[in-house]
């Protein structure tokens, strides 16, 4: 059975030694991967919906200047990124559809999280194109 004391001792000391231990590094951000200029193919294409819901108690002109100074529109969208639309949407935000190889997920979050954040919160909902698929199993109905 553990005494009050040692408890309140171990537990500062335990902290301690694993922040200082090597292991400690295993759990520090890692740094933004290097810009990555893959295109998407048919064999890794990934489709990503990115919802940016703006601030809406703070004006305009203020969000816009915290993009620019954060240099969201230098950063976004990386280069070899298809934006597939880019529409306002009143009442919510910007609505952000892309389509990128999935190996550049990480990148797409990485530089929103570096230049979005604080003038927007973010949602992201990852796709796969499936209209083929879909289409052919509808015409595969319709036969008798």
Do not use: C
């Not at 200082?20 to 998407?40: D, E, H, K, R, W």
């Not at 990480?106 to 909902?125: H, K, S």
């Amino acid at each position: 059975m553990t005494s009050y004391f040692s408890r309140r001792v171990f537990a500062p000391m335990l902290v301690l030694a694993l922040a200082i231990s090597p292991l400690s590094s295993a759990f520090a951000q890692v740094a933004a991967p290097a810009a990555n200029t893959a295109s998407a193919t048919d064999d890794n294409a990934l489709i990503l919906t990115v919802f940016l819901k703006h601030d809406q108690s703070r004006p305009l002109g203020e969000l816009n200047a915290q993009l620019e100074k954060q240099g969201f529109y230098k950063a976004f969208p990386p280069a070899g990124v298809e934006v597939l639309s880019w529409n306002v949407v009143m009442g919510i935000g910007q609505i952000i559809v892309l389509k990128l190889p999935a190996t550049r997920i990480r990148e797409i979050n990485r530089v929103l999280e570096d230049t979005a954040w604080g003038a927007y919160r973010t949602e992201f909902f990852p796709t796969y194109d499936y209209k083929a698929v879909g289409l052919a199993q509808h015409e595969k109905a319709l036969k008798p």
